[in-house]
């Protein structure tokens, strides 16, 4: 099963696929809730270069890794990757209202659906709020 969800970033594409691919601002915007953090993130943004966040509550009760492998890069359109057994696509639209930035990813089956789409959606949230309010360069 796939899942997909999205935002409207509204800023121009250059800064929003920079934030979404630097580590440097990954680990500000990656959590599903304030009560979580990225700690670290890397990437090697190119086909067959690998990435990963680590991702951790902030009472340090629990935390995982988040890791994979590019697959495709189209720079300021798309990105895909994989991630264990299953795979995820990022797709950039620029619009009148911003960038539209829809993540397409393969479900798993330990959470509901609703949970890993409600989790993911978080996380774009995010990044949406991040991007907005980063003061422009």
């Known amino acids: 099963m796939r899942i997909t969800v999205q935002t409207t970033v509204a800023a121009p594409i250059d800064r929003v696929w920079h934030a979404y691919t630097t580590p440097a601002d990954i680990v500000k915007w990656n959590a599903a809730s304030d009560d979580w953090h990225t700690t670290s993130a890397t990437v090697d ?16 009760s629990m935390g995982f890794d988040f890791a994979g492998t590019y ?14 057994d299953r795979k995820a696509e990022v797709e950039f ?6 960038v539209v930035v829809r993540v397409v990813f ?13 989790g993911w959606q978080a996380i774009l949230d995010s990044f949406a709020r991040y991007v907005e309010a980063k003061p422009k360069v």
Do not use: C, N
């Open 71 to 84: 697959t495709k890069i189209v720079e300021h359109k798309r990105i895909e990757y994989s991630f264990g």
């Open 106 to 118: 393969d479900a798993e089956t330990t959470h509901s659906v609703e949970q890993q789409q409600g």
């Open 93 to 98: 639209v620029p619009g009148a209202e911003g």
């Open 45 to 60: 943004l190119r086909e067959g270069g690998a990435f990963s966040s680590r991702m951790e509550a902030k009472d340090g």
